[in-house]
Structure formats: C-alpha cells, structure tokens
C-alpha cells in the first residue's frame, strides 16, 4: 500500500536547471519521479518506442523542440501522453493536445502549487483511460466467447427486439426448418407459431413475470409441419438493444409434470413462495429493467423478530406453520402482481413496481399491522414476535440482488433503533424532496466538510481529527441524520463517501504533515461495496497518502445487520494495513458479540455508555469494565461528545485513551486546534 508507482516525465528544456527544480516540485509532492531531457525530436520517437510514458513538460520558447512538432510527433506514433507546457505564451499558439498550465515561474509557490495539482488531475485522467481501454478489451473478449457459446449451442436460441428475429443460431434454424440463421433475420415470431397458438404466445412475450416460466405452443417450420415445442424467454440487452432471448425446445414427455417439478425447484417447500434464488434472479432482472428500461422499483424486506426464540420454544413444526401463515398473510395483502419471496429463515422480500415513498410506506405499515394482528393469535403464552420491516430501492445504481437485501436489512435495522428510541428521528420535509435536495447538492457541490478533533489523554504526537459532512441549505447547514439514510436507501451513500474521502486525502496532501491523521466515516453502501476499497487504494496512490493518515469509521449498526459483509470488508481492510474505528459501540445489548477486534484499531463508545458517570457508580463501574475489556484485546478507546470538563478526570481513571466533544471544540471547516505538545495531560491539569 505504501510503495509509490514510478511517474515516468518526459522534459523538454533548454536549461537543465528547470528541468531539475521541476522534478523537485514533484518529489516534494510526493510523486516518485523517473525523468528523462528530451534532446531532440529523433529522441523523443525513440523513448517513445522503448517505454510507457505518463507526463511530457515542455517549457515554451526552447530550442530543441516546438510544440507544433510535438503534438505532430504525438498525433503521428498515436501516443495517449498528457503533454504540459510551462512559461508564457504570449504571441504564442498551442495545439490542442498541449495543455498551458498558466505557470511562468517555478520558484512561486502558488503556481508550483497550481503545477502539481494540474499534475495530479492529468495523471489521474490518464489512468482512468487506460482502465477504460483494458475494461474495454475484457469486454470485447467476453462478447466475442458469448457470441461462440451461442453460435454452438446445441440449444435453440434467439433474440426478438419488436417481436422480430435479430439473431439465431443455427440449431434454431435447422429447427424451424430454414438452412440459414440468416434468413430469420426480420422474420416475426409469431408467424413460426400455429394460428391456435399465437395468441397464448403473444401474452406470454408481453408477460413481464415470465421470466423462469415456460409456455407450450406448436411451432410452424418453413415447410408447414406442425410441431410441439417448450419455450422460455427472459429480458436481456443484445447489441446494445433491449430484447428478448427465447430458447426452444422440442417438447417430450409429460411437459405439464416438467414445468410443474421446474415451478416447485424455484419454491420453498415451508411457504410455497419463491425460494431465495429464484427471489435473487427476478431481482437481479429488476435491476437490468432499471438500467435498460428506466423501470425503477423497491424492495421491502419483512423479518419476524424473536423468531429464534418461538421456534426453541413451540418446536420446529409449530414454526414452520408460523411461517406459512406469514407468507399467506403477506400474499394475501400485498398488491396484485407483486413477487413475493422468502430470502432467509424468518425474513419474507416483496419486489414493488414503485420507488414513490408515500405509497411504499403506507405498504409497509399495512403489512407490518396485518402481520402483527394476524399472527398474534398463533403464539403460545410466553411468546412475542414484532414484525419489522425495510425498504431499499432498486435502480440504475443498485449493483446486485445481494447488495439489495442488504440494503433494506440496513434500513429495518435503522427503523427498529428509531422506534425504539434509540436515535433520534430528524425529518426533513419529505422523503422525495430529501432525496431530491441530495441529487442538487451533488451537482452543486453543495458539500462541505468540518473537523473536530480527537484528543490523546496521554500525547502521542498525532494530530487526529474526525472528518464530518454537512449539507448546505439556503443559509443553515442540514446534518447528516436527515439525509444519510435516505441516501443509504437509494444507493447514494458510497457516492458521499467518494466525495468525503477524495476531499480528506486532498486535506492530506495540501497540509503534508506525516502526523496528521483523519478518520473518515462510511456509510452502509460502502462497506458492502466491492468497489470502495480498491477505489480508494488507487486514490491514496494518486495522492501518495500513506495508511497510516486515514482511519476508516464504521457504525456497530452496521455490523449488526450485515455480519458477513463487515467480515471480507475488514478483510480487505488489513490486507490493506487500513486501520479501523468501530463507532456507537455499547449500543446493542452484547456489543463485544459483533466486535471485529482483530481488524479494528479504535471503539468509540456509545453516549449511552457515559451518561451520568459523574453521578451514577454503576454506570462508572459499567464503563470502566467496558474499557478494561476492550483493553484487553488490544484497543484503543474513544470517548465522544463530551460537553463538560469535569468529566475528564473520571475518564482518565477509567483509561479512556481518547476524548472528544464540543468542550474542546466545536466541528469546524479549519484544523486549528492546538494539541498538547511535550508534556502529558494529568489530573492535575484540571485543578
């Protein structure tokens, strides 16, 4: 994580001593530089033929090369190299393919800080274009072993777009009776089916839930024979187009008895609704219908808390029954035409054509209360089962059925913790109007960040400050409980994260001082993310930002309602030696169950944890055990919000490694805070 890919400078000078103060401004920078002086332009297409190059420099009314001849030489060897032009250029015209930095003179701070910063935008753009050509060149690949794999498939297959044949492969011809797949090029479907047939067959096309069903139809070959054939089809996009992919079979045996037995394999046997695979796959098509088809829809995950008990409780039997209930109760109340499915032991998933909030919470709040009164007649005394409940949108943004669920497990999770009072509900307005204020902001750069800091109790010579986000709005800020979680919901919350943490490493790179650490929060959408990560290890490269600057910030909510997600993600974390800081822990009711204590660095505790230590001896006593535990497995703790001074010393006798909180300072958009430096906090510093 910590080694520097090499830039490799191409320098067009007729000083040498230009060429070295620059290479100086970019070490300074933190880029690991390999330069070499272009003598001439015979030169210049030879290092050009030897190696990869990143960056050309070129100073403006040197004699060894014009610009002209530059991008000519460019242009001609069909070289993607930024090319950089430093000195005036009054009188002077630059092709296009030479950017003017505007910097004349080296020696100036500010434009040396203009250079590297253009520097830094034109290699990072560099480096997204040749990811997109090797993204490009798998792609290709891939389609090309697609398009094989079709063409030689002992299957019947086709693609209609408008109800007409744009691609056959040749197993379908010889099925229909045609000698090449060619000639079904611009022939409609339908005229293939049987009259008595068509019409059953044209419903079964426009049929939006066909997918993983099969239809029976009699097929017309080119030569007017009659034949029995099996067909499925599902939405898939073919050479860039939206169409259909059909694949027909002969039809033996007893078809009624096989698509009976194929519609049971996609059911669970407890509830006869789909089963989680089968849920998976028509989320996943949902998600391509968003993509192709604009077709935006929302997941709502129900889950039956205290299941686990009821079930050691009344038996394995008198569960399952419970959950047929469930799903009959579920069924019965949900909308016409939406897919039900059961995605866990005691969690149901409805697929909803709708993204409007009003309407899906109202459907949430119907289902939660018919499920409350209809199974409460079912438990046994001693028993209680709540029905919670979440939502999560399905989108162009959503990336897999997976992420999905997890998303609206997430905001269940959330929901649970609001009603029970354990955070505090902060509404703004309505959730469509949020979800339209944060769509404004990212296109108006409406974002700012503050910083607190984190105090050591014992100086370690860190300076360690929390970055924090907030929303800009008609002359007040909106805090991130208002809008967070709704961004969670729709997908959005990675991108705020992108954005916090792109702007925390350029914090980073302006102050460059290897004490300064920043912890980042993330949001749910980060964490499940298989992207994140890797993103930020390119952007900490770019940066030349060490590990050792950046904490990463989870909430305990978070692990608790995705276990297995904050597992590879701490993973990742380690492998790349990323510290980690667990947030709102003592939350829960056993916080150390859900504890990643080998990955994380950090716990800041739950306020919970630190009301009235002042007064209450339990409640210190509670504390000082919690900090001793953590301890114990080799972490250090945070203590947050702290409003009063005189809470100091009892935090200092709990060990408490950490303090912070507005008495310190407030969350601000500067670092000024001055942190002790030779000499160790102690009581006697509060007397």
């Known amino acids: 994580m910590d080694q520097k890919p090499t830039t490799n400078v191409l320098i067009v000078a007729d000083v040498l001593a230009d060429g070295e103060q620059l290479i100086n401004i970019l070490r300074k920078a933190g880029l690991s530089v390999h330069a070499e002086a272009v003598r001439n332009e015979e030169y210049l297409r030879e290092r050009l033929h030897l190696k990869t190059w990143d960056l050309l420099f070129i100073f403006v009314g040197n004699k060894r090369l014009s610009p002209d001849r530059l991008h ?24 296009d393919h030479v950017l003017h930095t505007h910097v004349s003179n ?21 480096d997204m274009r040749r990811a997109l050509r090797k993204t490009t060149a798998a792609l290709k690949d891939l389609q090309q072993r697609y398009q094989l794999l079709l063409d030689s498939a002992s299957d019947a297959v086709c693609y209609l777009h408008d109800g007409l044949h744009i691609y056959a492969n040749q197993a379908y011809a010889d099925l229909f009776g045609f000698h090449t797949s060619a000639e079904l090029r611009s022939v409609a479907f339908l005229d293939l089916v049987d009259d008595q047939d068509v ?21 017309m070959t080119s030569a007017g024979t009659r034949t029995r054939l099996n067909m499925e089809c599902s939405v898939i996009p073919y050479e860039e187009e939206r169409s259909q992919q059909v694949i027909v079979r002969p039809a033996t045996g007893n078809i009624e008895l096989q698509s009976r037995i194929k519609d049971q394999q996609g059911k669970d046997l407890v509830t006869n609704l789909l089963n989680r695979s089968s849920l998976l796959a028509r989320v996943d098509q949902a998600i391509a219908n968003a993509i192709y088809e604009h077709q935006h829809g929302s997941l709502l995950l129900v889950a039956l808390t205290g299941f686990e008990d009821f079930s050691a409780l009344a038996g394995r039997a008198a569960a399952n029954l419970l959950l047929a209930d469930a799903a009959r109760l579920l069924s019965e109340t949900a909308p016409e035409g939406t897919v039900v499915g059961r995605c866990g032991d005691s969690e149901f998933a409805l697929l909803l054509q709708t993204t409007r909030s009003a309407k899906n919470e109202k459907l949430l709040s119907t289902i939660r209360s018919a499920l409350s009164d209809g199974l409460q007649s ?4 001693g028993s209680a089962i709540t029905i919670s409940a979440g939502l999560a949108a399905i989108n162009e943004l959503s990336p897999d059925a997976e992420i999905v669920i997890t998303r609206a497990r997430h905001d269940l999770t959330m929901r649970d913790m609001k009603s029970n009072g354990d955070l505090e509900i902060d509404a703004y307005a309505t959730p469509d109007q949020m979800f339209h204020r944060l769509e404004e902001a990212f296109e108006n750069e409406d974002f700012v960040l503050v910083f607190q800091p984190v105090v050591s109790l014992k100086e370690d010579g860190i300076q360690r400050y929390e970055v924090r986000i907030r929303l800009q709005d008609k002359g007040y800020m909106i805090y991130p409980p208002r809008f967070l ?9 990675e991108k705020i994260d992108r954005w916090v943490a792109e702007k925390s490493l350029q914090v980073l790179q302006e102050r460059g001082n290897p004490n300064l650490q920043l912890i980042v929060n993330l949001t749910h959408n980060s964490i499940v993310s298989p992207d994140f990560l890797p993103w930020l290890q390119r952007r900490m490269h770019e940066r030349r930002q060490a590990s050792d600057n950046i904490v990463l910030q989870i909430s305990e909510l978070d692990i608790v ?4 997600e904050v597992k590879h993600f701490c993973q990742q974390l380690q492998q790349l030696r990323i510290d980690l800081s667990v947030t709102h822990f003592g939350c829960t009711l056993t916080p150390f169950k859900y504890l990643p204590h080998e990955s994380a660095a950090y716990v800041k505790l739950d306020k919970s944890l630190l009301d009235d230590i002042g007064l209450n001896l339990i409640q210190r006593d509670k504390l000082n055990t919690t900090v001793n535990a953590l301890h114990a497995k080799g972490l250090l703790v945070i203590a947050p919000m702290i409003d009063q001074i005189n809470l100091l010393p009892l935090l200092w006798q709990a060990n408490v490694n950490f303090v912070q909180g507005n008495f310190l300072q407030e969350p601000t958009d500067k670092m000024d805070f001055s942190f002790v430096r030779d000499e160790e906090l102690t009581l006697d510093s509060f007397r």
Request: with cysteine; proline share 6%; charged share 15%.
């Open 485 to 493: 979680e709704l961004a969670n919901q729709h997908g959005l919350g």
């Open 199 to 219: 019409e059953t067959v044209r419903q079964f096309l426009r049929d939006p839930q066909s997918a993983g069903k099969s239809c029976l139809f009699h097929g």
């Open 72 to 95: 000519a030489v460019l242009e001609e060897m069909d070289q993607d190299l930024p090319a950089l032009a430093l000195g005036t250029t009054q009188n002077i015209s630059l092709p």
């Open 106 to 126: 080296l020696h100036d701070h500010q434009q040396s800080a203009q250079l590297v910063q253009i520097t830094h935008n034109e290699l990072h753009n560099l």
């Open 561 to 564: 309602s995705s276990p297995e």
């Open 378 to 381: 079912l438990l046994p005394a």
